[in-house]
């Protein structure tokens, strides 16, 4: 089946430690994107990249890294500099990032930070 | 930069009644689409509308993108409990979609 998988589905850490959440798709898709949902606040983007070894800060980059080594992968890594990391973090994919660019979801991961 | 503005937030339907979630630009988008998140899911996308006054009809919801290109709308009839969940339009930019808040229905059997 192609798709994006995301894991875990909840997580749990203590305050101050990095945590890393896992994004992978097999639907050789170019374009992959962080995304953090937070109750009423819609979707806001973290970061997102176009290509391979390639990747743009978004609208609340700050408190968060990744990386794109591989196509198919995009890990996010909360860091303990982002200052409310609780929240429903949702990664997508994308053939481009132009127009046209219909974005699958995977099915999330829940963070709390205790 | 770009700002989606979606309303209402909330939309509390009668089984059977008809309503209308609205979508504002703050600037002209190539295309917008719109998604549909289920209460625990996660977004899964439903329509794309590219043309200036486009109209697109799914069974019961019907999706229409504004004359300039900055506001669309998605009106459901007959609301049914399958409908519940949020609702969520985004505007494509150059190299991004730019969501709006959302509109999370609820019915009333």
């Known amino acids: 089946d192609g798709g994006i998988t995301q894991s875990p589905k909840y997580l749990f850490r203590k305050e101050g430690q990095n945590v890393t959440l896992s994004c992978e798709q097999n639907?050789?898709?170019?374009?992959m994107y962080w995304y953090r949902q937070d109750p009423g606040q819609g979707l806001r983007l973290i970061y997102y990249?176009?290509?391979?070894?390639?990747?743009q800060k978004g609208d609340i980059a700050e408190g968060y890294s990744v990386s794109r080594e591989k196509k198919e992968s995009f890990p996010l890594t909360v860091t303990s500099a982002q200052k409310n990391p609780t929240a429903f973090y949702l990664c997508?994919?994308?053939?481009?990032?132009?127009?046209?660019?219909?974005?699958?979801f995977g099915p999330g991961t829940r963070l709390t930070v205790l | 930069g770009q700002q989606v503005m979606q309303i209402p937030q909330y939309q509390h339907v009668q089984e059977g009644e008809d309503f209308t979630t609205y979508c504002n630009s703050s600037?002209?988008?190539?295309?917008i689409q719109w998604y549909k998140q289920r209460p625990g899911g996660h977004p899964v996308f439903l329509i794309q509308?590219?043309?200036?006054?486009e109209v697109k009809k799914q069974k019961r919801l019907t999706f229409q993108f504004g004359e300039a290109k900055k506001n669309s709308s998605l009106h459901i009839t007959a609301t049914q409990t399958t409908d519940v969940g949020t609702y969520f339009c985004?505007?494509?930019?150059?190299?991004?979609?730019?969501f709006g808040a959302g509109t999370t229905v609820t019915v009333r059997a």
């Open positions: 997508a994919s994308s053939k481009t990032t132009g127009a046209g660019g219909v974005q699958f």
């Open positions: 639907l050789n898709h170019d374009a």
């Open positions: 990249s176009q290509i391979v070894n390639d990747f």
């Open positions: 600037t002209t988008l190539s295309n």
């Open positions: 509308l590219v043309k200036s006054g």
């Open positions: 985004a505007g494509q930019g150059d190299y991004k979609l730019s």
